[in-house]
């Protein structure tokens, strides 16, 4: 038998943890095609929300009640009935909040991950989806340059972390921005220039102050209050990657909203911004992977790890995300007591 | 004696007649440096409601009080103390509402236009800021392609209707958004492949039918629940060029909005959208007029034209653009009577 974790309800607003069941269920069989894998390490990941709404956006279709849940998960391969896969080769996909799962070996995303040079975690962090996606926030849709401000929220986060340094590393001044003295003295160790904190009264007055000269970037992860205080802060023809919303996923496909647009719409003309929503996979760029595997290689880039002991733990580590837990990085969950 | 159109009061909202003051002053002496205009054509433009504000955005300043006008002129010199300029050559540039202006030669963005080929009037149209603006809007900043779908608001005015010629010319299908049934007519005469009536009822399905497959690209140029209609229509990394905002000039500089971010930024990080706000001047191609010419001597672009004779009638045309009046395309006063 092996254990998942389903959705039991649809969250009304912020995932609370009686929307969540574990359930033991058998270990399945591959079928032809597939290949059966034992799971090593979950990733936790603000996105994961999105998928809890029975119609995320437009027509796609959510996690289906009673289903397991998304999530990017190492594995190694146990059996296999698929060309090209054995036993003992390790892979990372999105195969679920589940120990074992049995699928296609061709399942969108699914790739092998070599052992030895980089802990396994990294194929979930550094040198996965956060790594991918914060290189693409700062350098496909920020295109940063050496002597610019960017602002960086949600900056102990997975992403938020990663972009900073990288931001860094091309020779940038980054302000993040965090909540609470732990999460921005975590902050500055990883090189950042400064890190305010969004919870401490004056937040807005305090960026603002670390922000002398405005800035060529805002980086937007969180959206909300910490957004409000960023845009009055950009210089003409300032870029915002918009990455995600801690904030807003768990506000419903609300379309634009009757009356949501005329301030943003205006500072946007005015201010010659460049908003861009993007997805790390769809836009970073070819040599993305290799650029981190070589800054993480030299030491230039850090992230930090937050592990989960055990599945069972991983809906009340997912819903204290969104309650803003004081978990800093890459939110882990090991699957297998021996990795 | 000469006359000119000066500041009397700020405008609260949308600007009315009692805003404007028509006075007599003495025709100026041109000092050493300067060149003495006499005004043919004086454009009006939206963006000018900007200029009314005392701070229009962050720290820049607006027309002062019992000051004449900014706007775009086409001017013939009638006297020079500048190298280079000569009596009876002819200028465009920002030098206001006036008949007649002594103004620096090196006034920024002064530039001659050679009389012969094309109308005067097309140095404030096709060949001019509208022209600039419909080509950096739809070509650089919304890089359609063949085959794409453009939703184009403000569709009968100056930038409008020639950013949706630009697109028909790029091979892309564009449908226009205009207020009565008689400016749809004249969009679509200009080679639209449909025009959709903002002030119908069912204007929002009406305008979802015209676009059965999405958009790639939406043109901003007016705000309000056309950009609500419209935002929905639009594809996973669809772009949107924010031109300008008919229904949000006269808002005054109210910050990105208490809760006005939510249900737009959602939908930019969801859609991948990216909404660049952009100004003609500062982003068209180097090539831009030298295509422009080309289309208009091939007559692949026209721009429709209305003209308001006398400076006199200027102040209740330019309030007649901010309350729908049913004049469509360029709208330029005359200012000399044997133009």
Redesign the interface.
């Known amino acids: 038998m092996m254990r998942q974790v389903v959705l039991k309800a649809r969250p009304q607003g912020n995932p609370r943890i009686g929307d969540f069941a574990v359930e033991e269920v058998p270990i399945p069989e591959p079928k032809p095609g597939e290949i059966l894998l034992r799971g090593l390490w979950l990733s936790l990941d603000p996105y994961m929300r ?1 998928g809890l709404d029975e119609k ?3 027509g796609s279709n959510g996690v289906p009640l009673g289903a397991p849940l998304i999530g990017g998960v190492v594995s190694e391969i146990i059996a296999s009935k698929a060309d090209g896969f054995s036993p003992g080769e390790i892979v990372e996909g999105r195969t679920g909040w589940r120990e074992y799962a049995a699928v296609s070996a061709t399942l969108p995303g699914l790739r092998k991950i070599k052992r030895g040079k980089f802990s396994l975690t990294t194929a979930l962090g550094s040198l996965g989806m956060p790594g991918q996606t914060a290189h693409a926030g700062m350098i496909t849709v920020g295109r940063v340059k050496a002597g610019e401000t960017v602002i960086m929220s949600g900056a102990s986060g997975a992403v938020g972390s990663l972009a900073g340094q990288i931001g860094k590393i091309l020779g940038a001044r980054v302000v993040g921005i965090a909540g609470g003295p732990e999460k921005c003295a975590a902050v500055e160790a990883l090189g950042f220039d400064a890190c305010i904190d969004y919870k401490a009264p004056d937040f807005a007055k305090a960026l603002a102050a670390a922000v002398p000269e405005s800035a060529e970037i805002y980086f ?1 992860n969180v ?2 209050a910490v ?2 205080a960023a ?2 802060l950009l210089k003409y ?1 300032a870029r915002v990657p ?4 801690m ?2 996923y768990a ?1 419903g496909d ?26 790390g996979a ?1 836009v970073a760029a070819p040599n993305a992977l290799a650029e981190l595997e070589s800054w993480l290689g030299e030491g230039r880039i850090k992230l930090l790890e937050t592990v989960i002991e055990d599945i069972a733990n991983a809906p009340a580590a997912f819903v204290g995300m969104f309650a803003g837990s004081a978990d800093t990085g890459k939110r882990l969950v090991r699957l297998a007591a021996d990795v």
Chains 1, 2 share one sequence.
């Open positions: 999105l995320p956006m437009g937007e959206g909300g957004t409000r845009l009055p023809g918009v990455c995600g919303f904030s807003l506000l609300v379309g634009p909203g009757p009356d949501h647009l005329p301030g943003l719409m205006r500072m946007i003309m005015l201010k010659g911004l460049e908003i861009r929503g993007f997805s769809f």
